[in-house]
């Protein structure tokens, strides 16, 4: 697995809009709970998605229990399962959102056969990284906090 560069992750991150948070929880101490809520923080429309979850309220969207409930105008899929768990995630994205432009896997959530076959209808695919992450790393937020991002600038923070 590549891991996408600075430049294309930076693209990803402004590019999308609309992001379907797969196995999110309703427990703020959970990451898949304050990553989401520091993505709607941030200006994206985060769509919960969780079936033991489905009909309850998060982030001011209503959970769903499926991704292929999301509204077509979901353009990433930012994944919090397992390993094993992401080629029908993957099937059923490309197969329900037809803005799909990225599937994102989690810190620690990766899967090669997955991840090529959306490659390979058009989707770029991040895996092992987190979005909470990369935004704050690219877009200067660590900084502030005195950490090296390995992002070079000419801009002050």
């Given at each position: 697995?590549?891991?996408?560069?600075?430049?294309?992750?930076?693209k990803?991150?402004?590019?999308?809009?609309?992001?379907?948070?797969?196995?999110?929880?309703?427990?703020?101490?959970?990451?898949?709970?304050?990553?989401?809520?520091?993505?709607?923080?941030?200006?994206?429309?985060?769509?919960?998605?969780?079936?033991?979850?489905?009909?309850?309220?998060?982030?001011?969207?209503?959970?769903?229990?499926?991704?292929?409930?999301?509204?077509?105008?979901?353009?990433?899929?930012?994944?919090?399962?397992?390993?094993?768990?992401?080629?029908?995630?993957?099937?059923?994205?490309?197969?329900?959102?037809?803005?799909?432009?990225?599937?994102?896997?989690?810190?620690?959530?990766?899967?090669?056969?997955?991840?090529?076959?959306?490659?390979?209808?058009?989707?770029?695919?991040?895996?092992?990284?987190?979005?909470?992450?990369?935004?704050?790393?690219?877009?200067?937020?660590?900084?502030?906090g005195?950490?090296?991002?390995?992002?070079?600038?000419?801009?002050?923070?």
């Amino acid at each position: 697995m590549t891991s996408p560069n600075p430049a294309e992750l930076k693209k990803i991150l402004h590019r999308t809009k609309v992001i379907a948070v797969v196995g999110v929880s309703a427990n703020p101490v959970r990451p898949s709970y304050f990553v989401a809520r520091y993505l709607k923080l941030k200006g994206y429309r985060i769509i919960p998605v969780n079936p033991g979850l489905a009909g309850q309220s998060l982030f001011g969207e209503t959970v769903l229990g499926s991704i292929a409930d999301c509204p077509p105008q979901v353009d990433m899929v930012d994944i919090f399962r397992r390993s094993d768990h992401v080629p029908p995630l993957v099937d059923e994205a490309l197969a329900h959102l037809p803005n799909l432009r990225t599937i994102w896997m989690q810190i620690g959530v990766e899967h090669a056969e997955a991840a090529a076959k959306a490659r390979a209808h058009g989707v770029d695919v991040v895996e092992n990284l987190c979005p909470k992450m990369e935004y704050q790393r690219l877009f200067g937020e660590l900084r502030m906090g005195g950490i090296n991002t390995g992002v070079i600038s000419s801009r002050l923070s």
